[in-house]
């Protein structure tokens, strides 16, 4: 990562979004490409953004080969948390259910796995029932059984030793905590969680204490994964997981290489969701994003495991000479800032939508790149893969309509409505490995100042997060009264995206996301109508009425729907996006152009 600098920045971001966005209007001309819009084989620009690209050209056999400037948090699949490795986790884990295997909004959906259908549902939304397939097996030929998943998902409890991944199957099946986790567990075969029932090897029943709309969504992902008791190496776990999948792993160095083979007990008529086109997988870390970019250019590498976009300089050496291999997907994350309301004069509404229409919300999208790199405007808090979303149509400030570059006499009618006509000071919280966020804070502390508002900027370590900005002890302490970050969903609903950022039952001592201090009764209300319902139409209904509420509290200034610019190597095939993993590629069915 660049060393950030300070003087001339906005001037820099703003050339350098404007280079972006002139050779993006190229890209989409094309020119110097094949006959079929492809250049050196590629299938052209957003040639796999939602949709397919060059499915039929897919072979069996070959090395796919990943790169990223970042290892996985754990590759133990109760304990990873980041998207990336829970979408490449199903090469080598399978769950109940997962999601479908289609581009866009349809790859959010659910599919049956290693159960023969979705759920069976009854008592009202608390229990539910699966059968298992027949021909499931273990990288050792010994078949998967219900026992194996419970086991999988009883380590979720055993936070003193596997910590650091989801835990909504804790919070929604022991929401009281009586269940120690397997470790402690003194059952003889250590599968005593009441919740799950295992009457045969072949059957599982989940028994919620109370019913949650969302809970196949939960199983869909990798922390409800089967992890064999015989094979659970505990805290170790994570280097060499123990396979259902169709890939093993072979060998990983944390922080240089990992390489998974085939599986050769794993059974294609067993699994309808892979396709298991290579033979090898790999992935090589390094230490320098533009080392990585500038392999990706160079066709060593096939993609970027992290999907989190390339590199300014590679980004830009892309679109010059290779646009045919780029994409430019919504990531599904929204980058904003909250406004706690420990900290005054935020614990006034006037105070925060003074901040809001005082914003320059162009200058905001430049800093984060502009409209490709960056993002389109952000106009509310509900990323556009969620169903409930609005995407821009909702804009209740006008953010990128009338007030996009601010609105000076707005702010000032605000700051005047909230007892502070001549305005105040606050200070913004940025993380200090991020300049993309530095860059942002520099833009808004810009802009406020035009309408009176002084803003010193705390660039805090970006590795402590958790007991700087997640303890509102400390923000109010240090009087964080704006925290910049950005949120994405684990699951593409309301409650996968929003329940931690703003029910007042997840503000936390430490770790908390609710960095606004948000304690409304009807978005808490909201969400309780959410998990008690089962009709998806009142479900997406239910979610755009928790947006709106969200907003109309302006707890939020909200900057871009993010957008990135990733690579697609020359010889991938079948591949697109996906909705599931927030506009990264679907991994899992990635093939290669030829065996070799």
């Given at each position: 990562?660049?060393?950030?600098?300070?003087?001339?920045?906005?001037?820099?971001?703003?050339?350098?979004?404007?280079?972006?966005?002139?050779?993006?209007?190229?890209?989409?001309?094309?020119?110097?490409?094949?006959?079929?819009?492809?250049?050196?084989?590629?299938?052209?620009?957003?040639?796999?953004?939602?949709?397919?690209?060059?499915?039929?050209?897919?072979?069996?056999?070959?090395?796919?080969?990943?790169?990223?400037?970042?290892?996985?948090?754990?590759?133990?699949?109760?304990?990873?948390?980041?998207?990336?490795?829970?979408?490449?986790?199903?090469?080598?884990?399978?769950?109940?259910?997962?999601?479908?295997?289609?581009?866009?909004?349809?790859?959010?959906?659910?599919?049956?796995?290693?159960?023969?259908?979705?759920?069976?549902?009854?008592?009202?939304?608390?229990?539910?029932?699966?059968?298992?397939?027949?021909?499931?097996?273990?990288?050792?030929?010994?078949?998967?059984?219900?026992?194996?998943?419970?086991?999988?998902?009883?380590?979720?409890?055993?936070?003193?030793?596997?910590?650091?991944?989801?835990?909504?199957?804790?919070?929604?099946?022991?929401?009281?905590?009586?269940?120690?986790?397997?470790?402690?567990?003194?059952?003889?075969?250590?599968?005593?969680?009441?919740?799950?029932?295992?009457?045969?090897?072949?059957?599982?029943?989940?028994?919620?204490?109370?019913?949650?709309?969302?809970?196949?969504?939960?199983?869909?992902?990798?922390?409800?994964?089967?992890?064999?008791?015989?094979?659970?190496?505990?805290?170790?776990?994570?280097?060499?997981?123990?396979?259902?999948?169709?890939?093993?792993?072979?060998?990983?160095?944390?922080?240089?290489?990992?390489?998974?083979?085939?599986?050769?007990?794993?059974?294609?008529?067993?699994?309808?969701?892979?396709?298991?086109?290579?033979?090898?997988?790999?992935?090589?870390?390094?230490?320098?994003?533009?080392?990585?970019?500038?392999?990706?250019?160079?066709?060593?590498?096939?993609?970027?495991?992290?999907?989190?976009?390339?590199?300014?300089?590679?980004?830009?050496?892309?679109?010059?000479?290779?646009?045919?291999?780029?994409?430019?997907?919504?990531?599904?994350?929204?980058?904003?800032?909250?406004?706690?309301?420990?900290?005054?004069?935020?614990?006034?509404?006037?105070?925060?939508?003074?901040?809001?229409?005082?914003?320059?919300?162009?200058?905001?999208?430049?800093?984060?790149?502009?409209?490709?790199?960056?993002?389109?405007?952000?106009?509310?808090?509900?990323?556009?893969?969620?169903?409930?979303?609005?995407?821009?149509?909702?804009?209740?400030?006008?953010?990128?309509?009338?007030?996009?570059?601010?609105?000076?006499?707005?702010?000032?009618?605000?700051?005047?409505?909230?007892?502070?006509?001549?305005?105040?000071?606050?200070?913004?919280?940025?993380?200090?490995?991020?300049?993309?966020?530095?860059?942002?804070?520099?833009?808004?502390?810009?802009?406020?100042?035009?309408?009176?508002?002084?803003?010193?900027?705390?660039?805090?370590?970006?590795?402590?997060?958790?007991?700087?900005?997640?303890?509102?002890?400390?923000?109010?302490?240090?009087?964080?009264?704006?925290?910049?970050?950005?949120?994405?969903?684990?699951?593409?609903?309301?409650?996968?995206?929003?329940?931690?950022?703003?029910?007042?039952?997840?503000?936390?001592?430490?770790?908390?996301?609710?960095?606004?201090?948000?304690?409304?009764?009807?978005i808490d209300g909201l969400f309780n109508d959410y998990v008690n319902t089962l009709d998806e139409a009142k479900k997406t209904q239910i979610a755009t009425q928790i947006n709106h509420k969200v907003m109309e509290g302006g707890y939020y200034l909200p900057f871009v729907f993010e957008k990135f610019i990733n690579w697609r190597g020359d010889r991938l095939a079948n591949v697109y996006t996906t909705d599931a993993y927030s506009g990264q590629y679907d991994f899992v069915n990635l093939g290669l152009k030829s065996a070799k």
């Amino acid at each position: 990562m660049t060393t950030q600098r300070t003087s001339g920045r906005r001037k820099q971001a703003m050339a350098a979004a404007a280079v972006v966005a002139a050779l993006l209007t190229t890209a989409a001309c094309g020119g110097g490409k094949d006959s079929d819009g492809s250049k050196n084989g590629a299938a052209g620009f957003d040639a796999a953004n939602n949709k397919v690209a060059q499915a039929s050209l897919a072979k069996k056999g070959g090395t796919l080969r990943f790169g990223g400037a970042q290892d996985a948090d754990s590759w133990d699949t109760t304990r990873g948390y980041y998207g990336f490795a829970w979408n490449f986790m199903r090469y080598y884990s399978r769950q109940l259910v997962t999601n479908k295997t289609e581009p866009g909004k349809e790859g959010a959906k659910l599919t049956p796995d290693l159960a023969t259908g979705l759920a069976k549902v009854s008592d009202g939304g608390k229990t539910y029932t699966y059968t298992l397939r027949d021909g499931i097996t273990w990288e050792d030929g010994k078949p998967i059984t219900s026992k194996d998943i419970k086991y999988g998902i009883e380590r979720v409890w055993a936070q003193d030793v596997l910590s650091g991944g989801p835990t909504y199957l804790k919070d929604f099946l022991d929401p009281d905590g009586k269940y120690q986790g397997p470790y402690k567990d003194k059952a003889a075969d250590h599968l005593g969680l009441k919740a799950i029932d295992t009457p045969d090897d072949k059957t599982i029943v989940f028994h919620l204490p109370k019913a949650n709309a969302d809970f196949e969504e939960v199983l869909a992902l990798t922390s409800a994964s089967p992890v064999r008791q015989d094979q659970d190496t505990k805290s170790k776990y994570s280097l060499h997981p123990f396979s259902s999948g169709p890939y093993k792993f072979e060998s990983y160095n944390p922080g240089k290489d990992l390489t998974l083979v085939r599986n050769t007990n794993w059974k294609q008529s067993s699994d309808p969701v892979r396709k298991a086109y290579p033979d090898k997988i790999t992935i090589k870390f390094f230490s320098n994003a533009n080392d990585l970019d500038q392999r990706l250019i160079n066709g060593d590498i096939d993609l970027d495991i992290n999907q989190t976009g390339m590199s300014p300089q590679g980004r830009t050496a892309a679109l010059k000479q290779h646009k045919a291999n780029l994409d430019n997907p919504v990531s599904g994350y929204i980058r904003y800032a909250a406004f706690p309301q420990s900290v005054k004069p935020f614990d006034n509404i006037h105070c925060r939508n003074a901040v809001i229409y005082g914003a320059d919300h162009v200058s905001l999208q430049t800093a984060r790149g502009g409209p490709v790199a960056g993002g389109d405007i952000g106009t509310n808090m509900l990323p556009p893969s969620v169903p409930g979303s609005e995407g821009q149509k909702y804009d209740p400030f006008e953010l990128a309509g009338a007030n996009k570059t601010g609105n000076a006499a707005k702010a000032k009618e605000e700051l005047k409505a909230c007892g502070q006509p001549n305005g105040f000071k606050t200070t913004i919280a940025v993380r200090n490995n991020k300049p993309v966020e530095v860059a942002t804070a520099q833009s808004l502390q810009a802009s406020l100042k035009k309408v009176g508002i002084t803003a010193d900027i705390d660039q805090y370590d970006g590795s402590q997060t958790t007991g700087i900005i997640g303890s509102p002890s400390n923000v109010k302490k240090k009087g964080y009264g704006v925290i910049i970050m950005g949120w994405g969903p684990d699951f593409p609903t309301v409650q996968g995206f929003g329940l931690p950022l703003w029910d007042s039952k997840y503000i936390l001592q430490s770790g908390n996301n609710n960095y606004a201090l948000i304690k409304d009764k009807a978005i808490d209300g909201l969400f309780n109508d959410y998990v008690n319902t089962l009709d998806e139409a009142k479900k997406t209904q239910i979610a755009t009425q928790i947006n709106h509420k969200v907003m109309e509290g302006g707890y939020y200034l909200p900057f871009v729907f993010e957008k990135f610019i990733n690579w697609r190597g020359d010889r991938l095939a079948n591949v697109y996006t996906t909705d599931a993993y927030s506009g990264q590629y679907d991994f899992v069915n990635l093939g290669l152009k030829s065996a070799k």
